[in-house]
């Protein structure tokens, strides 16, 4: 907005200035006296901004153009301030850039050249600067500045330039006032975390800040807290929140680990489980977790050797070992040695295995061992056995039961070859008959001293499925007889068949009706399949191997009601079982899709594939032009009971119904509704102007932006740009105009009148003025003036100026006295001439100057009284001699007279000390000066 230009009207009165109207701002400049840069500031500051402060290079070439040319140039803002060049209205530091200085300049050829004129219409180096004295006098150029503290919003630094002004945004702001405030993108939801805005100006706009926190377990990866910047950009990228990160871990020693990362290598929520490999086992927990600490609950385990028990010295023995991870530990082996006369008992060499047990239990030094003697049947002995049993000199005595008989030596001796003496003796029993097999049975014999002999015992037995007739156990008496006769076995009967109901069955039998090994089979009709076993045998027992099986109806799969229906079913013979049929239904907003009743077939499969129930679908929306479309969809996009809500951009006004319900009948509760963008109200060219308008969304809608101009010498008053707002209004009220140009006021001349003729208002454009004088004055300037486009008169204002008559000069003999209204020799000046004592007036006592110019008369003369001596003369000569006598004396008279008359005038030309015209040396003809 343009300051308010304070009235100069009374400065020019005045003479004190004259200005240079530049549109929104002003230039002004004294006129009327030169002044010293101190007394030019101060005049500058009491009646307008300051100093002139130079913007550009366009504003030295506008002040060049425009301001007349002055002898003693123009003083300007600049002024050194402790030895620094600095702008005086803004204290700031004359930068090199900015400098304009003359070649050469400043040279500061003395120390007091402290202030800056600028060259105005100078025949070279128009426009550039020069340091002077302050002390010396030029004419002020000062400025209005049209700068307002509400010329920019807040936001915003009020620039000045030629013919206008520009706001300068702080950072962040932008727009005509800067009063928009710069937009950042939306931010999404942090997957596992969350975050939390304030704003300032605006939902994600400049100073917006958001802060951002993640859920337990998880980090945050990236800036904590970010700003929407003055650039329209984040001051950091949207963080990230990482799963807590716990320490790397790797396989143990002789082992290895297999780990699940739900969120990434390692971190929360991780586990590992550790395994060792054979031959090591595990110290320590089994299954690592990442806690939301970013620790694992238990430190890494590791895997140890298995231990083996530590070996004791052998008795008549040695050992000798080698360790591969620790002393009796996992595969470490040790080999064994015995003393002389000792023989190794097991392994020579042993290994530690992965069970922690040695491979072989350890050895022994033993005696030489002899074969191990035992007591005959129905005998004994008696061993001495000093290293060992029948090991190098044991010895064993052989005795005999009764009825038994010592064959051999009685006394044996274990020799250091590891044989015994003698062979060993054996006792003879006494032998009974030998005994068969029955037929279908078995026969278990004990014998004690050979087969079938004393103390022999045979136990008979019966195969499977055979009853034994007989004792079971015969023993050999020391009689050589058996205690009973052999027994025999027989079949097992079984519990006859019953047929089953929708079946039949076909037996045989091996040993006699529904007897041992006698086998039946079952079969069903049609539609029914046998439900247990399909072939039985009568067992060992006396029972069937299982149970009569039964004859059921055909098995179909189970069926489920569909999602969103439901289905009756009938079951004649069992569930989903041959013949049973069910009818399937759908829920409301739903439709069967396949067959809607089912059979259970002889094959045990239903006669069609089970249907489902689809929802009902409506057409598909979509997002209206300028507007939103959001849905909630239960069952599937555009389905029965999706609800979708319409809404319209900022600036739009939504047409029909907000929210859309999907019917069972697959319509929608209405029309999908459309956007209308908010319509202001028509404009229309002003008076003596034009406006031009774009429209983005129709005539005078939402973000039409019209622009008004003016004819020439009309200034547009308001804001020259219009928008149509969201809200269907502009963004400023209709009560503006396009204003002529305005004139300085025009006043009637003194003396004088002025005549007006206003087209557009008092002193517009387009205005004429007509000067005109009252009788006796003369107009000096232009009868008419016409106030132009650019504001300006087309010519000086003009006066009326007193009507001058020629000046008159009094003789020496004359006394002249006059009065002058208006000024000596002026319009309705008068004089009254006498003549001094020997004179005679000859003329007019009294002339006026009248208003063409001219006097009422013609001068008068002064003659001296002799020519009445000649007049007495003529009368005394007669008629002809006399007039001859007059014309002669006339003649002489008229010659004497100019003669004196030349020489009065050659005295005159210089005023007298005592003149009443003026000082000495002022010429008489010159230009009237009002300080006379």
Known sequence: MPLIIQDSRPLMEKGIMTPLVVEAWEYFYGNKSDLSWDEARKFCKSYYTDLVAIQNQEEINHLNTFLPPHKNYYWIGIRKINNIWTWVGNNKTLTMKAENWATNEPNNKRDNQDCVEIYIRRLHEAGKWNDEPCEKRKRALCYQASCQPFSCSQHGQCVETIGNYTCLCHPGFYGPECEYAVQCQPLRILTHGNHSCSHVYGEFQFQSSCSFSCAEGFLLSGTQKILCAASGEWTAPVPACQAVQCESLQSPEQGGLVCSHPFGNFRYQSTCDFSCEHGFTLTGAKILRCLTTGNWNDPPPTCQAVQCQPLRILTHGNHSCSHVYGEFQFQSSCSFSCAEGFLLSGTQKILCAAS?????????????????????????????????????????????????????????????????????????????????????????????????????????????????????????????????????????????????????????????????????????????????????????????????????????????????????????????????????????????????????????????????????????????????????????????????????????????????????????????????????????????????????????????????????????????????????????????????????????????????????????????????????????????????????????????????????????????????????????????????????????????????????????????????????????????????????????????????????????????TTSDLGAPGVFTNAAFDSSF
Request: hydrophobic share 30%.
């Open 356 to 912: 922690g047990e040695w491979t072989a239990p350890v050895p022994a030094c033993r005696a030489v061992q002899c074969e191990s003697l035992q007591s005959p049947e129905q005998g004994g002995l008696v061993c001495s056995h000093p290293f060992g049993n029948f090991r190098y000199q044991s010895t064993c005595d052989f005795s005999c039961e009764h009825g038994f008989t010592l064959t051999g030596a009685k006394i044996l001796r274990c020799l250091t070859t590891g044989n015994w003496n003698d062979p060993p003796p054996t006792c003879q029993v006494i032998k009974c008959p030998a005994l068969e097999v029955p037929d279908n049975g078995h026969l278990t014999c004990s014998h004690l001293h050979g087969n079938f002999t004393y103390n022999s015992s045979c136990t008979f037995s019966c195969d499977t499925g055979f009853a034994q007739i007989g004792l079971e156990t015969l023993k050999c008496t020391t009689l050589g007889k058996w205690t009973e006769y052999p027994p025999h076995c027989e079949a097992v009967q079984c519990q006859p068949l019953r047929i089953p109901t929708h079946g039949n069955h076909s037996c045989s039998h091996v040993y006699g009706e529904f007897q041992f090994q006698s086998s039946c089979s079952f079969s069903c009709a049609e539609g029914f399949l046998l439900s247990g076993t399909q072939k039985i045998l009568c067992a060992a027992s006396g029972e069937w191997t299982a149970p009569v099986p039964a004859c059921q109806a055909v098995q179909c799969e189970s069926l489920q009601s569909p999602e969103r229906g439901g289905l009756v079913c009938s079951h004649p013979l069992g569930n989903f079982r041959y013949q049973s049929t069910c009818d399937f239904s759908c829920e409301h907003g739903f439709t069967l899709a396949g067959a809607k009743i089912l059979h259970c077939l002889t094959t045990g499969k239903w006669n069609d594939l089970p249907p489902t129930c689809q929802v009902i679908k409506c057409p598909a929306l979509e997002v209206p032009d300028n507007g939103h479309l959001t849905c909630s969809h239960l069952h599937g996009n555009f389905t029965y009971n999706s609800s979708c809500t319409f809404s319209c951009d900022t600036g739009f006004a939504q047409i029909g119904l907000e929210t859309l319900k999907c019917t069972a009948l697959g319509k929608w509760t209405g029309h999908p509704p459309h956007c209308e963008a908010a319509k202001c109200s028509a404009l229309e060219a002003p008076d003596n102007g034009h406006l031009t308008c774009s429209h983005l969304h129709g005539d005078f809608t939402f973000n039409s932006s019209c622009t008004f101009s003016c004819d020439p010498g009309f200034t547009w008053v308001g804001p020259e740009m219009l928008k149509c707002t969201a809200l269907g209004r502009w963004t400023e009220q209709l009560l503006h105009h396009c204003e002529a140009a305005r004139c300085p006021m025009l006043e009637a001349p003194d003396n004088g009148h002025l005549t007006f003729f206003h087209l557009h208002g008092d002193f517009t454009y387009n205005s004429s003025c007509t000067f005109s004088c009252d009788i006796g004055f003369a107009r000096v300037g232009l009868e008419t003036l016409e106030c132009t486009a650019l504001g300006r008169w087309t010519g000086n204002p003009s006066y009326c100026e007193v009507v001058q008559c020629p000046q008159l000069s009094g003789l020496e003999s004359m006394v002249m006295n006059c009065s002058y209204p208006w000024g000596p020799f002026s319009y309705q000046s008068v004089c009254r001439f006498r003549c001094a004592e020997g004179y005679i007036l000859n003329g007019t006592r009294r002339l006026q100057c009248q208003h063409d110019g001219h006097w009422s008369g013609k001068m008068p003369v002064c003659i001296e009284e002799a020519a009445s001596f000649f007049k007495q003369t003529l009368l005394y000569m007669g008629g002809a001699a006399a007039a001859v006598v007059a014309l002669l004396l006339t003649g002489v008279l008229i010659v004497l007279l100019i003669k004196r008359l030349s020489n009065k005038e050659e005295k005159k030309k210089l005023l007298s």
